[in-house]
């Protein structure tokens, strides 16, 4: 190759004005593609030219994601108006109704996904079944507990007449909460299995011809109570099954029949494709735990069920270590597993015998559980996922092991017995974790933070969400080490920090820009309990400050005590911020937590 | 580089809107698909090829872009990936859009591929009016049609008062 010094000539930068007009629309088009959605519609401003081009890849889009915040009715139109080729829509639902989820219903949607759709009807499920024949991936209608709860006008038959009008294609199906009999009543009547049966269940009925009309693929259900009755329904009217995901919330110890069994579990077996299993009695009404499964319940599983890939138990308190190690064993393809709340596996049921190699491994609140194990757990290289929240007899010993993991981006620690010195070894660790929770970690402080920090490990530059809740240790000086030298994070918790006060506020408030041009920009900032802050600090909540804050929990506060008027005014002003009075979870999480952007009474009452 | 591409040696010279001249080796000129069909059809080798919309600094970078990828193709992806990064790194936007014109008109999809994405990146989370000082352009909204604009998609440059 012949070169030559360039002679300067033919413009290479400083041309001045109209870098832009030389580009051919195709190009534009091509470059602002790239964008993601909020810079894509904020670049329209700068031009008319821009605009064109915007409206353009917008009018192109088939996946629209709104789950990063929560639209108000306004945003979202001026959103889809532009958007007329969308095929896979993902919209989070807190603050639009009945009516802005059908403006973009449409034949041509095949992935629908609603979040937190709180305020949203049955009725919508009926136009859903309506509007959108062509449904064939994900329908994840994440209801609110609400509806149950205060919804009498939601009896059994409507219901089910709406949920059937949903498309045969279907093959996802998420649907919460539902009484056990709701759920029943609707697989029975899936078009799958009415040919299939005329009276009751008889356990000896055979199996009919697949019908090819209805092949669910994924079920997941909130119901009440978990109950044999439901799997054997489920293995029956669905084998076809790939994926099961029930969670029960029972409001009283459940009783037998009407719970779930070690052979209700073993008709589950049946569902022959089935790869990701998740059972979960959650104690979110009271202490309950699925007492009539015991480790035969997990032998006869793990016997039928070789193919599983992600499994998630939750609430087997009769469940031994031998129970838990048959499924570890029997499922040589397990990517995930994951088990709350059981309060009998220890270390034997990881320390005896090779594990598969996991991906995400999570074990909530299982006491026994010791650093012994995870390190056994941290020779799976290809983990990304370790979720230990609420093991309270974890310790720094298993860090060095952990942080050495070269995939790892998720750690949990919550609730441990880890003390400053282990999070100076994550501070020094290679790990590119994005995501570390150390709330309730009560012998963590400040020093902790500043060595977490200060390590010359990868967590400084990759760490996006960092949650230091609960943790009495925590002052002003930890979040001025984090707004000085945590630049990537853009979600921060620190709820029940009793001794933040308006400084550290103030300093998050700010605009900071660090060397390289990035700047700290908080999207979800947790301050629920937060009492140190005092009520002047409302101030800072306001333009210019916290600019980019998509979510704020200030929930038990002394703001709250402040009345209605001030977070009216705010709230006015940046219509995109979702406050959240109620002290819900980052995000308000799925959305279940009764709680309306406008119902500012319910966190105030 | 393989041996009969030596033996082969065929050349093209390449002449860019400033009359420089590049000779450049067939195989790495087969990365721009303009040439490619220029060279499948009768257009001999022994011609000067003009570009007139490409001045000689860009086409040098092109060229280099273009000599990398055609040695390296099927060896280690992620060589090339750094080979890519490095190679746009501290390039003036001046430079940028010249160097994605080429690679749009001469045809090189990666090379247009990559430099797009650095000129998206840029932008990326910067204010309209940033944006307007990067890109030197006008604004040549009215008032009434800024306020417009600035209304319908107040949600997503809040994060940027």
């Given amino acids: 190759m012949n070169k030559r010094a360039a002679n300067g000539g033919g413009g290479g930068g400083g041309e001045g004005c109209g870098l832009l007009e030389r580009l051919p629309n195709s190009i534009i088009n091509e470059i602002l593609g790239k964008l993601e959605l909020e810079t894509l519609c904020s670049a329209a401003c700068v031009s008319r030219t821009l605009r064109s081009s915007a409206s353009q890849v917008l009018s192109s889009l088939t996946t629209l994601d709104l789950s990063s915040f929560s639209p108000d009715v306004q945003t979202l139109e001026h959103i889809l108006h532009r958007c007329s080729a969308l095929k896979r829509v993902t919209v989070d639902c807190l603050r639009l109704g009945d009516s802005s989820v059908r403006s973009f219903l449409g034949e041509q949607i095949e992935e629908l996904n609603l979040l937190k759709g709180s305020s949203l009807s049955y009725q919508v499920l009926f136009s859903i079944g309506r509007k959108c024949p062509n449904l064939r991936f994900v329908f994840n209608l994440v209801q609110s507990l609400c509806i149950k709860i205060r919804g009498s006008e939601l009896d059994a038959s409507g219901f089910r007449s709406s949920v059937l009008s949903v498309p045969n294609t279907v093959k996802v199906l998420k649907l919460q909460p539902l009484l056990i009999e709701d759920a029943i009543g609707f697989i029975n009547d899936l078009p799958y299995g009415r040919n299939a049966l005329n009276d009751s269940f008889d356990l000896s009925i055979p199996f009919y011809p697949l019908s090819p009309r209805f092949t669910l693929q994924k079920l997941s259900l909130v119901v009440d109570v978990i109950s044999d009755e439901l799997t054997i329904s489920i293995s029956n009217f669905v084998p076809l099954l790939v994926e099961l995901d029930l969670e029960d919330r029972p409001c009283s110890e459940p009783q037998l029949p009407k719970d779930l069994t070690n052979s209700g579990l073993q008709r589950l077996g049946s569902c022959q494709h089935l790869i990701a299993l998740s059972l979960i009695r959650s104690k979110l009404n009271c202490q309950v735990y699925f007492k009539a499964v015991n480790d035969m319940g997990m032998f006869l599983l793990s016997e039928s069920c070789k193919g599983l890939q992600a499994v998630r138990l939750g609430g087997f308190s009769k469940v031994s270590d031998a129970g838990f190690a048959a499924i570890l064993h029997s499922c040589r393809n397990l990517k995930k597993f994951e088990v709350r709340n059981a309060s009998l596996i220890s270390d034997l049921a990881f320390l005896n015998g090779a594990l598969p190699s996991l991906v995400d491994m999570k074990l909530w609140s299982c006491s026994l559980i010791t650093s012994e194990s995870v390190n056994e757990l941290a020779s799976s290289s290809d983990l990304e996922v370790l979720d230990l929240s609420g093991c309270r007899s974890i310790a720094d010993s298993c860090l060095s092991r952990v942080t050495s993991l070269h995939r790892l981006t998720t750690l949990n620690i919550g609730g441990s017995d880890i003390t400053d010195g282990g999070l100076a070894i994550i501070g020094r660790g290679n790990s590119p974790i994005t995501h570390l929770c150390l709330s309730c970690c009560k012998r963590v402080t400040d020093k902790g933070i500043a060595l977490l920090f200060s390590g010359g490990g990868k967590i400084r530059e990759k760490l996006l969400a960092l949650d230091v809740g609960y943790i009495p240790g925590i002052s002003d000086k930890a979040i001025f080490t984090i707004a000085e030298f945590a630049p990537s994070v853009t979600e921060l918790c620190i709820r029940y920090c009793y001794s933040v006060t308006d400084a550290s506020l103030e300093i998050l408030a700010a605009e900071r820009r660090f060397e390289d041009g990035n700047k700290l920009v908080l999207r979800r900032l947790d301050l629920c309990s937060c009492i140190g802050l005092s009520v002047k600090s409302y101030e800072l909540l306001k333009k210019p400050f916290f600019s980019g804050l998509k979510w704020l929990g200030v929930g038990r506060t002394q703001l709250t005590s402040k009345g209605m008027a001030i977070f009216t005014e705010i709230r006015e002003e940046r219509p995109w911020l979702t406050l959240c009075l109620g002290g819900c979870e980052m995000g308000c999480h799925d959305g279940w937590q009764f709680h309306r952007a406008d119902c500012y009474q319910e966190g105030l009452s | ?161």
């Avoid at chain 2, 093209?12 to 195989?27: A, C, I, Q, R, W």
């Avoid at chain 2, 490619?36 to 872009?65: E, F, H, W």
């Avoid at chain 2, 040695?71 to 280690?76: I, L, T």
């Fill in chain 2, 1 to 161: 580089m393989a041996s009969s591409i030596e033996n082969n040696n065929e050349k093209l010279t390449l002449k860019s809107s400033d009359g420089e001249e590049f000779l450049v080796e067939k195989h790495v000129a087969l990365q721009s698909t303009l040439l490619q069909n220029m060279l499948d059809s009768d257009c001999s080798s022994a011609d000067v090829i003009p570009l007139p919309k490409i001045d000689a600094r860009t086409l040098a970078l092109v060229l280099g872009y273009c000599k990398k990828h055609a040695d390296a193709s099927s060896s280690k992806q992620g060589e090339l990936n750094s080979f890519d990064s490095e190679f746009l790194k501290d390039m003036d936007m001046g430079a940028l859009f010249n160097l994605v014109l080429a690679a749009n008109f001469m045809e090189i999809k990666g090379l247009l591929d990559i430099a797009a994405q650095k000129i998206a990146d840029t932008i990326k989370d910067k204010p309209h009016q940033e944006v307007r000082e990067i890109f030197h352009v006008e604004n040549d909204y009215t008032p009434e049609e800024e306020a417009a604009v600035r209304e319908e998609n107040r949600w997503a440059f809040e994060g940027f008062p």
